[in-house]
């Protein structure tokens, strides 16, 4: 199975991994919930406003590195 596979490398590099049914149980509440009890910020992957900006100035600094070094699109 891959996700097992991803799953024990992102492990062995220290993180926490969460297993959880994606049918029966949501994502987000569990995060809130870990989150909460540690006392951290559940940080979205991608559907928050600071998210999307941070990945669209990554992306224009990807650009202007690219025209710096005489490639384009």
Known sequence: MRHAASAERTAA???EVVLYDRASED????A????AKRNAVAVPPYDDPQ???????AGREIVE??????VTA
């Open 32 to 35: 809130r919930t870990l989150a």
């Open 51 to 57: 998210i999307i900006a941070g990945q669209g100035t």
């Open 13 to 15: 590099l220290g993180a």
């Open 65 to 70: 590195d690219l025209a710096a070094l005489g």
């Open 27 to 30: 994502r987000e509440a569990i």
